[in-house]
């Protein structure tokens, strides 16, 4: 299984990464449980729970996080979406999305993006050679799918499984032909988990779909939206549920930010990844953006 080659300081072994998630996996449900009976725990009380030192908990956050943050239960906790929600930026951004060509850079990552056609899609991609492989990453171990063009699909399999994961993003292509070949598409897979270098993508949805795909690709790490807000954005107001949809259906996870996209009360809204993939992947991203 492939892992990724990220920046100092940050998890550098496949066997790192996936402690460093489980860790945090068991946090969350920890803080979960604290918060349905109304207690709220200390730093050294988690740590204590998760079997560790708080010294040591305080480093593991740092290692997977990247920095050393000075709130580290509250990212993690479930009012992290409200506060991220009342300090959002303005949709400007994503308004100009709808209309995006296939070029933007995130960070230090450079990201090309090109839609399948509407025939290609309304056949299912037949004919097309799609090329898959395992990797790990901070959140979890990774399934990854590409076209000749770009990847088309990734996955975080720790909550879903390998099996369901894969079944889910083949069937979105029922006339493709899957071959694990992971070294091909690694390059793309390892700028994408990294945040570093260059990807492209290659978006394979229907047209109201791709629309959608593209306003989230405006949304910034560390910022977030609501569903209803993203329906106004792309000139469609009253669809919000089919908004709703078109952001659960997602195949390119991470690199499309569908888990930027919460309820207007403050709720998570869904994840197709699992929801505890969905809040570690915002805990670390509001972690970075108040690091600066």
Known sequence: MSQIQPPPGEPETALEAQYHY?????ALRVIDTAQD???????????????????????????????????????????????????????????????????????????????????????????????????????GPVLAVATPRGLCGLAFTAETGFDAAFADLAARWPGARMIEDAEAIRPWVMAALSGHGEAALTLIGAPFQIKVWEA?????????????????????????????????????????????????SGGLGGYHWGLPVKRAILAHEAARAEAG
Request: net charge positive; with cysteine; aromatic share 8%.
């Open 22 to 26: 489980r860790v945090i996996a068991r």
């Open 37 to 139: 009976a109304g207690q709220s725990l200390s730093l050294p009380d988690l740590a204590a729970q998760l079997g560790m030192s708080a010294a040591h908990f305080q480093r593991v956050f740092s290692a997977w996080v990247g920095v050393s943050p000075k709130r580290y239960q509250q990212y993690l906790s479930l009012s992290l979406a409200r506060e991220l929600l009342a300090r959002r930026m303005p949709l400007d951004a994503v308004a100009d999305a709808a209309g995006l060509s296939g070029s933007g850079r995130l960070h230090d990552l450079i990201l090309r993006w090109e839609a399948m056609t509407p025939g290609e899609f309304a056949q299912g991609a037949a004919g097309m050679v799609l090329r898959w492989g395992r990797f790990e990453s901070r959140f």
């Open 216 to 264: 989230l690709l405006a949304i910034p790490s560390g910022q977030v939206t609501t569903y209803s807000e993203i329906a106004a954005a792309i000139g469609h107001p009253t669809a919000v549920r089919a908004v709703g949809t078109a952001v659960g259906r997602n195949p390119i996870s991470l690199l499309i930010p569908c888990h930027r996209a919460l309820r207007k």
